[in-house]
């Protein structure tokens, strides 16, 4: 499967701060940041931090917490899904290596 990038549009932005310049909005929407704390990273093995800008892979399980559907006349449908990450890896991002070999190793 195809990595999709969430980062937003210059309209989203707009939409996302309601107002006309976007230019200090997020450009990524609420909720797609992990916070690491230090028993997290101990637990993944991280003895070192890795350099702030650098690109990591993170293979992740989890479990859909809750589902929301809602609509009502005149406004847009709104969906949403809460999922708690259970289980998770990090490694490093190759440009060179293929889908397959990230996912399943070498």
Not at 63 to 80: C, F
Request: charged fraction near 25%; charge should be negative; include cysteine.
């Amino acid at each position: 499967m195809a990595m999709i990038s969430m980062k937003m549009s210059a309209d989203e932005r707009k939409e996302y701060t309601n107002e006309v310049v976007a230019s200090d909005a997020p450009s990524y929407p609420y909720g797609l940041c992990i916070h690491l704390d230090d028993d997290a990273l101990k637990k993944l093995g991280l003895t070192e931090l890795p350099a702030v800008g650098t690109e990591v892979m993170v293979m992740a399980k989890a479990v859909v917490k809750g589902t929301s559907a809602h609509a009502s006349e005149g406004e847009m449908n709104h969906r949403s899904v809460e999922m708690q990450i259970t289980d998770m890896e990090l490694g490093a991002v190759s440009s060179a290596s293929s889908a397959a070999s990230a996912l399943y190793g070498e």
